[in-house]
């Protein structure tokens, strides 16, 4: 039986740049530089044929950027060279993120014929004062709407990117958002805590926003585990909430270090042990033959077992002993279990049948918790 590997597409356009968005994308970009992108997909792909000819592909995430500006053509010859360079699992998880500003029932019928059985749809709030903040280019309503075309197209996996600590945002709001994305039964949420990140035009304007303080932030983050819980999502992830069996199955790629190939502009991959991507120059991407891979990161001693624990304990399920005892020739206990004891105590960590985990307390503050465990 062959092994898995998944595969991320990065599509860097977007029509306009949310005001809080640092993600490798361009707007402005005419349909014959676009119709070049997906060249160089379809060429950077396929040079990844004899490379993954010992692999199944069972999960494909597109992401950006915007993915849903491509045309439905351009769409379709990118999964024709999925399907021809690749041996492409029958039930894979294949996703593409959307905005719902820039797609339409004809457009997600034809997705859904190329083979996207999952989608993630950029909502981030029902509010339209809040969407407004964040420079969102549609409304609640409209996001509603979008969502039942993608029933009526066929979609029976379907997620809803949300976000809490938006300038202006109240626990009343959040509260009405939630509501409205449970009213639609998605079967995944993710709820992301607004980062105001350098580069942004909130950055700039960082002194001025509304924004709320540490202890109110933290109480909008247990009101969405709280009001997810009850609605029966499962907090699998810090940022991510499913129905039971409907974990993105490609992000937890990331999570438990499996291997995953990138392409794209900007575009990082994990592949037989080494990690590395391309940067954020669009010419040099268009311009590339892909006859070599880009230098693999310099890595030191002890890299891959920090990245190894601090995704791990991201994840709801935490750290096996026995899979770190393969990977690293002792358990996580052995090594680190005197680190996490006074975290137990304080209900920020718990001890599993298996390993370790944090707790829902303790994955709010899991950045100081990694810095103790790990000493950095």
């Not at 894979?92 to 993120?97: L, Q």
């Not at 949300?162 to 993710?190: D, K, N, W």
């Not at 690293?328 to 049948?353: C, N, S």
Request: proline content about 5%.
């Amino acid at each position: 039986m062959k092994p898995d590997i998944g595969i991320y597409i990065h599509i860097p356009f977007c029509r306009r740049k949310c005001l809080y968005c640092d993600f490798c994308s361009f707007t402005g970009i005419d349909a014959a530089t676009r119709s070049r992108y997906v060249d160089a997909l379809v060429r950077e792909l396929r040079s990844y044929s004899a490379p993954l000819a010992p692999y199944t592909v069972n999960t494909v995430f597109i992401g950006g950027g915007t993915p849903s500006l491509l045309a439905a053509e351009e769409t379709e010859r990118v999964f024709d060279a999925l399907r021809t360079c690749f041996d492409l699992a029958p039930d894979a998880e294949i996703t593409s993120e959307v905005n719902p500003a820039t797609a339409d029932g004809e457009k997600l019928a034809r997705w859904r014929a190329a083979g996207v059985n999952r989608l993630s749809i950029g909502v981030q709030s029902f509010s339209d004062t809040e969407l407004r903040a964040l420079g969102r280019l549609h409304t609640a309503d409209e996001a509603e709407a979008f969502y039942r075309a993608a029933r009526r197209a066929g979609f029976a996996n379907i997620g809803l990117d949300l976000m809490y600590g938006i300038p202006g945002q109240t626990a009343a709001s959040l509260a009405e958002t939630l509501r409205r994305a449970v009213a639609l039964s998605p079967e995944h949420i993710s709820a992301y805590s607004l980062q105001v990140e350098e580069g942004t035009p909130f950055y700039d304007r960082r002194a001025t926003l509304a924004l709320p303080g540490d202890d109110e932030n933290a109480d909008l983050y247990d009101l969405v585990t709280r009001e997810l819980a009850s609605a029966g999502y499962r907090h699998y992830e810090i940022s991510n909430y499913a129905k039971p069996g409907y974990e993105s199955r490609h992000n937890l790629r990331y999570w438990r270090m499996s291997p995953y190939i990138g392409v794209g502009v900007a575009a990082y991959s994990y592949f037989e042990g080494a990690r590395y991507g391309h940067g954020r120059d669009l010419a040099a991407y268009l311009a590339d033959d892909f006859s070599r891979r880009p230098p693999a990161e310099p890595r030191g001693d002890g890299d891959t077992e920090e990245e190894y624990i601090m995704l791990a304990l991201r994840l709801a399920d935490g750290i096996d002993d026995e899979d770190f005892r393969r990977t690293f020739g002792v358990t996580f206990t052995e090594r680190y279990g005197a680190r996490m004891a006074p975290f137990v105590a304080e209900g920020l960590a718990t001890r599993t049948g298996r390993g370790w985990a944090l707790t829902e307390r303790g994955m709010y503050v899991s950045l100081a918790l990694l810095a103790e465990i790990l000493d950095t």
